[in-house]
């Protein structure tokens, strides 16, 4: 099993930064694909970025392309989301998950088997 953590939500002016942090415990996580999606009020979860158990491969959802990265930290037992130039469109709980499957840049929810309980992020105008 794999325990996922989310941290770093909070409120932001549009145009600000902020970096949030998905840590797991457990099994090693160095070995599992993480993704981080976003859910709204009222819609869709939705993807945002995948990468690979080594940190090599990653993909990112268009809607935040060039202006959100997903990385690994040193230990390899966090991922992060860097999140610049947020938008109000950029508001939502944000989830991080995983899987322990070999790399596909999964961007259904059934893709994954782990879920944090997420963290909110609130841009505003």
């Known amino acids: 099993q794999v325990q996922l953590a989310e941290s770093g939500g909070g409120l932001v002016q549009a145009g600000g930064s902020l970096r949030l942090s998905c840590t797991a415990s457990?099994?090693?996580?160095?070995?599992?694909?993480v993704a981080w999606f976003r859910q709204a009020p009222g819609k869709e979860r939705e993807f945002v970025a995948t990468?690979?158990?080594?940190?090599?491969?990653?993909y990112h959802a268009d809607s935040v392309k060039g202006r959100f990265t997903i990385s690994r930290g040193n230990a390899k037992n966090t991922v992060y989301l860097q999140m610049n130039s947020l938008k109000p469109e950029d508001t939502a709980v944000y989830l991080c998950?995983?899987?322990?499957?070999?790399?596909?840049?999964?961007?259904?929810?059934?893709?994954?088997?782990?879920w944090g309980q997420g963290t909110q992020v609130t841009v505003s105008s």
């Open positions: 998950a995983a899987r322990g499957s070999s790399w596909y840049p999964s961007q259904q929810r059934s893709g994954y088997d782990y």
């Open positions: 457990g099994r090693t996580f160095s070995t599992y694909t």
């Open positions: 990468i690979s158990g080594n940190g090599e491969y990653t």
